[in-house]
């Protein structure tokens, strides 16, 4: 026969991470129904981001090369956040980490080359 009672932690766990979250979930949306926040009208509807009507349609495509140079820079970006826990701790680690992040530096030059030789950092 299991002993189920190493497992009463784990199930109190999920219990109260189930509570929390559709507290935080359900509760905004019954006060926004007692409050009366859920009645559009056209001052709730208005622009208020700038304070005038959109020149054009909001959900108007972007052109290709915004979402490249997003993606070229999140690569870059996570390049530069593994660099520094290495570098703190690259003479604990040995030649091994080194010779690692050299080669990992390597390939990000190699993809930065690839992306500049494409075009895709040139902007009209």
């Not at 190493?6 to 109260?16: E, K, T």
């Not at 091994?96 to 030789?117: H, N, P, Q, R, S």
């Amino acid at each position: 026969m299991v002993d189920l009672s190493h497992y009463l932690p784990i199930l109190l766990f999920l219990g109260v991470a189930l509570a929390l979250s559709s507290a935080f979930v359900f509760l905004p949306i019954i006060v926004a129904r007692f409050t009366g926040t859920h009645q559009p009208t056209p001052e709730k509807l208005s622009e208020y981001e700038c304070g005038f009507p959109a020149f054009e349609d909001p959900r108007s495509q972007f052109d290709v090369r915004f979402y490249l140079v997003a993606i070229l820079f999140i690569v870059f970006d996570l390049e530069a956040a593994f660099l520094y826990p290495w570098a703190v701790s690259v003479f604990h680690l040995g030649w091994t980490a080194w010779t690692a992040m050299m080669v990992f530096i390597a390939e990000l030059a190699l993809g930065l080359v690839y992306a500049w030789k494409k075009g895709a950092l040139e902007w009209e």
